[in-house]
């Protein structure tokens, strides 16, 4: 069974700056096209951001795009969410996940709360 654990969220202010990580157990971390969300309390976890397993294809949600980056190694089996520019809406419990077929259970996620 594949294990998500993610961390490295808090609060931080508006403008802020913080580098979530996400380290996943197992060996098919490598194959797998990874991925960012977030839930924010009372809507739906929504897609934050996407890699390919090699790393060289990015994708983002157009709220994020320019603020944030995605990154992996594949060495440590760990992703990683860098989030620049922080505004209050970004609050949210952010997870990470395999994109086209997630892993079951979702890790604990991480809280990020960005004050005003």
């Known amino acids: 069974q594949v294990q998500l654990v993610e961390s490295g969220g808090g609060l931080v202010q508006a403008g802020g700056s913080l580098r979530l990580s996400c380290a996943v157990s197992g060996s098919v971390f490598s194959s797998k096209v990874m991925g960012w969300y977030r839930q924010a309390p009372g809507k739906q976890r929504e897609l934050v951001a996407s890699?390919?397993?090699?790393?060289?294809?990015?994708n983002y949600a157009d709220f994020v795009k320019g603020r944030f980056t995605i990154s992996r190694d594949n060495n440590k089996n760990t992703v990683y969410l860098q989030m620049n520019s922080l505004e209050p809406e970004d609050t949210a419990v952010y997870y990470c996940?395999?994109?086209?077929?997630?892993?079951?259970?979702w890790g604990q996620g991480t809280q990020v709360t960005v004050s005003s």
């Open positions: 890699l390919s397993s090699s790393g060289r294809t990015t």
């Open positions: 996940n395999a994109v086209y077929r997630n892993f079951q259970p």
